[in-house]
């Protein structure tokens, strides 16, 4: 017994309790004293069944991530040697698992010849998400209890099962109310008493039978899952190990799903993937905001706009259980509104992630009103009006006469200043920026704009709300786009040069998308709309040659059928289109701009360093607290390729010294602002850390 693990009795069964806060990680310091125990209790004649239940929030959450890479990761007893001890058993293990069971937990408790949970118990192997597999036989075991297919959806998602699914699935063998402890101590008698022989879950065969038969189904259903994979190395070998549990002996599938986590772990992506795991919750913890300040209760929401942005907030706001009074300027906008949530829920439900009962209870959760009289009893109010100074303080002034005292105002602006809005109230205090991104229900990321005169405990209060309703939050300051969008337009700037000197839109999309980003600019603006920045650029007196000839022609994107691209009718793939490439050369040649051929390094240099380069200006004026809060906005918000770590992360590893004196190359070249090195750059390319460079300027 130590302070991890305490054995107690019932009779004749022994109760195995593990507690090692906060969430009974399987660290060095726990597994030893585990493995102890076990062997005793394997060895104990008086023993004849045993429960392995934990103390706290929650059963394990896995392998403790920060020994990874360290001697203690591998140190006896590693779990899988805890594994195959408790499959010697001869006497009944039973797992009892409340909270969550993830990773090594999991696959701990698939070592037990049973398992029972508590019924909000949640069940996962969330390594892919640490760019990992799972290194304990889970790839092998939970085929052998729900079935390949099955339980490669659930590896290669990452995302847990509730108990009630476990069951259904027989991962699980019962599902309690309450008592769990008692419950599992009844339950291993019961099977002691039994006369049935114990079968480990690794000698199993019956769940893989059929797949084993029929390979070429199995296949197929492999590849549409790794379909949205791409560029990822973990899901890759979390399939290929899953397949190896049914062409090979189970022994040697387990050396080889061995020898697939060690190169796992050993790499980059695996690196990168745990820099974000950290890095995110990191971001929760706000310098100024501690442990003491207390959050406000949001009972009900209110959202002002019931376009495609308020209306997906809304629904954020409905999914995570807060009850939303949803406001538009006449009675039919607001339908219309409405109709569209009814609408997006009526797919989810269409394509089986959404039950027609829980569609029914969010939006019975939404009223929608004209009058702003009934957004009084709101606790938080977002509005998600058009993007104009004086409109939002015409609507603030409006909230600042009808909100109740203590009510959190908030505006999802993108780009505007949130302390000019919050001093157009009598409030300042109580005013935010909540910015949602688009489709604000699906897309995680929510920065969270701290101003000046913020108070702490709204602070809180938008991050805890942002927990609620799953989003990732990074508290941010105020400028000119916040982190993402200020960095975005670094990352943009040099895109109509790069045309008009030679490169062509595929090209330069080519080089992102080569990089691992989802689409590459060009794709990605005629997909949102080449009228939006139009528009915009309008209004600020700004002008883009290329992009607003196309405009002009009416050309805005995928919706038109033809952008940067053509697009077939009721295609989303884009076409080069010669007309395109007429219409920069003509451009090139009206602007006198000799064209040449572009390298695709020369493509990367002239865009993404620029975006590294305004993180470090970020940074460097404290708009965001920490390089990893900067990684979490473009991993979240903007499709940064997560195997990359975020853009400081993988600017470490490019090499800052390499981009100061790239940056330095086109600065001479072209004399443009983007291309200066800000002065945090350049310090930080001495140690090689951002981190410590603004530690130094901080300290
Ligand atoms: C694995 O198991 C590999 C095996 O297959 C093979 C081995 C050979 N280790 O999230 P929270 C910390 S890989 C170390 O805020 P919640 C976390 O950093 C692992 N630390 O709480 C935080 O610290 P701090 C597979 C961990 O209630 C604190 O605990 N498992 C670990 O919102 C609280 O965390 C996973 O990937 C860990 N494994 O959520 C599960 N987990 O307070 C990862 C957490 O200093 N964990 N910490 O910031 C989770 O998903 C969530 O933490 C959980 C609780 C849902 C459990």
């Known amino acids: 017994m130590t302070e991890h693990v305490t054995v107690s009795r019932d009779g004749e069964i022994a109760i195995v309790t593990l507690d090692n806060p906060p969430v009974n990680a399987l660290s060095f310091h726990l597994r030893e004293p585990l493995g102890k125990a076990l062997e005793a209790l394997r060895d104990d004649e008086a023993v004849r069944g045993v429960v392995i239940a934990c103390a706290g929030a929650t059963f394990i959450a896995g392998a403790d991530i920060t020994e990874f890479n360290t001697p203690k990761a591998t140190a006896s007893p590693n779990l899988r040697e805890l594994i195959v001890l408790l499959e010697s058993f001869e006497k009944p293990t039973v797992a009892a ?134 560029g990822l190395d973990a899901p890759r070998l979390c399939a290929q190990s899953v397949r190896n549990g049914l062409t090979m002996p189970f022994d040697e599938a387990l050396a080889q799903e061995r020898a697939y986590f060690v190169e796992l772990v050993e790499g980059e992506q695996s690196r990168a993937q745990r820099h974000l795991f950290f890095a995110e919750r990191e971001a929760a913890k706000v310098p100024g905001v501690g442990k003491e300040v207390e959050p406000r209760e949001v009972r009900r929401a209110g959202v002002i706009g019931a376009g495609t942005m308020g209306g997906g907030i809304a629904m954020s706001f409905l999914n995570g259980g807060i009850p939303v009074t949803i406001l538009e300027m006449d009675r039919e906008a607001l339908d219309r509104g409405i109709a569209r949530m009814d609408g997006n829920y009526a797919i989810s439900v269409k394509r089986g992630s959404l039950t027609e009962e829980a569609k029914a209870k969010r939006m019975g959760l939404l009223t929608g009103t004209t009058d702003y009289a009934d957004l009084a009893d709101c606790d938080l109010i977002i509005e998600a009006v058009f993007e104009e100074m004086a409109i939002k303080k015409e609507v603030f002034g409006k909230l600042d006469a009808v909100a109740k005292p203590g009510a959190i105002l908030a505006s999802n602006t993108s780009y505007l200043d949130v302390d000019e809005i919050a001093a157009s109230t009598s409030r300042p205090s109580d005013v935010v920026g909540l910015h949602f991104f688009s489709p604000a229900n699906i897309m995680r990321l929510l920065e969270i704009v701290r101003g000046r005169k913020t108070a702490p405990d709204v602070l809180k209060t938008a991050l805890a709300v942002a927990r609620k309703i799953a989003k990732v939050p990074v508290v941010v300051g105020v400028c000119h786009g916040f982190v993402g969008n200020r960095m ?195 310090e930080a390319a001495d140690s090689g850390s951002l981190a410590a460079a603004r530690k130094g300027k901080a300290a």
């Not at 009630?164 to 339950?187: I, P």
């Not at 337009?489 to 839109?505: F, I, K, N, Q, V």
């Open 97 to 230: 698992i409340h909270g969550t069971a993830f990773g090594g937990g999991l696959e701990l408790a698939m070592g037990c010849h049973f398992r029972v949970a508590d019924r909000n118990a949640r069940f996962g192997l969330p390594e892919v998400k640490l760019g990992l597999l799972p290194g304990a036989g889970g790839t092998l075991r939970l085929p052998r209890l729900i079935g390949p297919l099955k339980a490669l959806t659930v590896i290669v998602s990452g995302n847990p099962i509730g108990a009630r699914d476990a069951l259904a699935e027989g991962l699980v063998e019962a599902v309690y109310d309450d008592s769990l402890v008692a419950n599992a101590v009844a339950f291993a008698r019961e099977q002691a008493d039994k006369a049935t022989a114990l079968v480990p879950v690794s000698r199993r065969e019956d769940k893989i039978a059929e797949a084993k038969n029929d390979l070429d189904t199995f296949d197929a259903g492999v590849a549409a899952l790794l379909k949205k994979k791409r």
């Open 488 to 682: 975005l337009a670094s990352r943009s700037a040099e895109l109509e040069d790069l045309l008009l000197e030679g490169a062509t839109p595929e090209q330069v999309d080519k080089v992102f998308t080569d990089f691992g980003w989802p689409m590459g600019p060009f794709a990605m603006g005629d997909l949102a709309g080449l009228d939006i920045g139009w528009r915009n650029r309008k209004s600020l007196g700004k002008t883009a040659a290329i992009a607003d000839a196309l405009c002009e022609q009416g050309r805005f994107g995928q919706k038109t059928g033809k952008g940067f691209y053509i697009y077939e009718a009721g295609s989303r793939t884009p076409t080069p289109d010669p007309e395109v490439a007429a219409l920069i050369e003509e451009k090139a040649r009206e602007k006198g701009v000799n064209r040449r051929d572009i390298s695709a390094e020369e493509i990367a240099e002239r865009t993404m360093y620029p975006m590294i380069n305004e993180g470090a200006k970020i940074l460097q004026e404290g708009i965001a607290s920490r390089a990893s809060d900067v990684d979490i906005v473009w991993v979240n918000g903007y499709g940064f390729p997560i195997g990359k770590g975020g853009p400081m992360f993988w600017a470490e590893s490019e090499g800052l010294g390499k981009i100061v004196e790239r940056l330095e190359h086109w600065h001479g070249r072209t004399g443009k602002a983007v291309f200066e090195p800000a002065e945090l750059l350049r």
